[in-house]
């Protein structure tokens, strides 16, 4: 059974950092294409930011130069490292697998910027 973890939110300043992981289990995702996603209240769900197996990164330009991401294979973990915090980044945010085998997402964690 495949199972996304995501630790890591929490309450935070503006201008702060946070680091997110998350834990995959079940198979091998290093094929896979990993991301980010985000959702507001009364938003839409949204891309942050996305790694291919390669190592292709993308961006949203609300992150960028802000947020770092990056993937450890033969950890089957995810990260999202997050600088410069904003009110606006508030969200709970999930991660995302997606390959051959399936789309897979974790249950999302809160993370909230003070103003």
């Known amino acids: 059974q495949v199972q996304l973890v995501e630790s890591g939110g929490g309450l935070v300043q503006a201008g702060g950092s946070l680091r997110l992981s998350c834990a995959a289990s079940?198979?091998?995702?290093?094929?896979?294409?990993m991301g980010w996603f985000r959702q507001a209240p009364g938003k839409e769900r949204e891309h942050v930011a996305g790694i291919s197996w390669s190592g292709l990164i993308t961006y949203a330009d609300s992150v960028k130069g802000r947020f770092t991401i990056s993937r450890d294979n033969a950890k089957n973990t995810l990260y999202l490292q997050m600088n410069s915090l904003k009110a606006e980044d508030t969200a709970v945010y999930y991660c995302?697998?997606?390959?051959?085998?399936?789309?897979?997402w974790g249950q999302g964690t809160q993370v909230t910027v003070s103003s």
């Open positions: 995302n697998f997606y390959g051959s085998g399936g789309n897979y």
């Open positions: 079940g198979r091998t995702f290093s094929s896979y294409v």
